[in-house]
């Protein structure tokens, strides 16, 4: 997860991350266009030998979700899919599939702010 300034200049993290994930999305297209690896790699590709298909704990979201497009229902418990983006401010967050505004943090109940 990245976060993101609403009212100033981005910081380095958030650039470089952008560069990661424009660079995925461009090799993509070009995948699509039915370019092969071998023409998109520049220089020498390194060697993973031994390789495995492995997993990593990947951030998200869960709450309480109203007006969700695809998960219909008032305050219904849901969890996202992997999360990218967080406001500094703790008001708004993307996920790999979309923007969310973000309430109340677990456990903050209506007496506080």
Same mark, same amino acid.
């Given at each position: 997860?990245?976060?993101?300034?609403?009212?100033?200049?981005?910081?380095?993290?958030?650039?470089?991350?952008?560069?990661?994930?424009?660079?995925?999305?461009?090799? @993509? *297209?070009?995948?699509?266009?039915?370019?092969?690896?071998?023409?998109?790699?520049?220089?020498?590709?390194?060697?993973?030998?031994?390789? @495995?298909?492995?997993?990593?704990?990947?951030?998200?979201?869960?709450?309480?979700?109203?007006?969700?497009?695809?998960?219909?229902?008032?305050?219904?418990?849901?969890?996202?899919?992997?999360?990218?983006? @967080?406001?500094? *401010? +703790?008001?708004?967050? +993307?996920?790999?599939? +979309?923007?969310?505004?973000? =309430? +109340?943090?677990? =456990?903050?109940?209506?007496?506080?702010?």
């Amino acid at each position: 997860m990245v976060t993101f300034r609403r009212y100033d200049e981005q910081d380095p993290i958030f650039h470089r991350e952008f560069e990661r994930l424009s660079a995925l999305v461009a090799d @993509m *297209d070009a995948i699509s266009r039915g370019l092969l690896p071998e023409e998109l790699v520049e220089g020498e590709a390194p060697l993973l030998d031994r390789w @495995m298909v492995a997993s990593r704990i990947i951030p998200c979201l869960a709450g309480l979700s109203t007006g969700h497009p695809l998960l219909p229902g008032d305050n219904r418990m849901i969890g996202t899919s992997d999360l990218w983006l @967080m406001s500094e *401010d +703790r008001t708004w967050a +993307r996920t790999l599939s +979309r923007w969310y505004r973000l =309430g +109340r943090p677990a =456990g903050q109940t209506d007496l506080q702010s």
